[in-house]
């Protein structure tokens, strides 16, 4: 259980268009999703915070214009990059918390990335 | 914030010997998870440590918890080739704080 999905898992575009990556929940309700970044060799940084039906809330220093998440269900947010640009190229993974956060200790559950490429 | 390190940030050992990965964080957390990543992978779970003192162990590695020092171990015994991947620590509160991570090379 606690299977987490991303799509797409590589995407390659043109600056200037803007990208969706999707995230599911596949066995579990979400209340809470988490988007991160990570460029090579370096950490994850976390980008938002996404709770169902309400706006996310975004970490200082990242802009919300650009990087838009929706979390309309309990089993999908998705974030869009818009108007795409070579220093977006990077690995974005997100994560989801079980809807009860009891029995699984608030963990989240990691998603197998999306590698994003700006030419 | 919380602020994590870990040390070393780069490890190079051969296979056999054993040795310990450290993570430090700055104020108070919940819960303190231990994960791995391969090059072009996700995040994997290796393990979830919930108090003072607690010890858990897979396999070649061993993690352990002290709140108090806000200090967390993972030791390696008897590297293989199979754990080279870079090991990060995430100390929890409400959301989770990622450490520098830790990019171990085992070489045989």
């Known amino acids: 259980g606690a299977v987490v999905s991303q799509h797409p898992s590589r995407v390659i575009c043109k600056s200037g268009t803007s990208v969706k990556i999707e995230c599911r929940s596949l066995d579990f309700q979400a209340t809470t999703m988490f988007w991160y970044r990570q460029f090579p060799k370096q950490s994850l940084m976390l980008m938002a915070t996404s709770n169902e039906g309400s706006k996310a809330t975004y970490e200082q220093g990242v802009e919300k214009d650009k990087f838009l998440i929706n979390h309309a269900s309990l089993t999908l947010s998705t974030l869009t990059v818009t108007s795409a640009h070579p220093e977006d190229s990077s690995f974005y993974i997100c994560?989801?918390?079980?809807?009860?956060?009891?029995?699984?200790?608030?963990?989240?559950?990691f998603g197998p990335g999306t590698r994003l490429t700006v030419l | 914030e919380l602020k994590v390190e870990q040390n070393p940030l780069f490890l190079s050992m051969q296979e056999g010997k054993n040795y310990t990965i450290y993570c430090n964080y700055s104020t108070t957390s919940d819960r303190l998870y231990w994960y791995r990543q391969d090059p072009g992978k996700s995040l994997e779970s290796l393990f979830v440590?919930?108090?003072?003192?607690a010890v858990k162990q897979e396999g070649r590695l061993m993690a352990s918890l002290d709140t108090k020092a806000r200090l967390s171990t993972l030791h390696i015994t008897a590297a293989v080739h199979d754990l080279s991947a870079t090991y990060f620590c995430a100390p929890t509160g409400n959301q989770f704080y990622f450490g520098t991570g830790t990019s171990l090379t085992v070489i045989p």
């Open positions: 994560s989801a918390r079980d809807r009860t956060g009891v029995a699984s200790y608030n963990e989240q559950f």
């Open positions: 440590l919930l108090s003072n003192g």
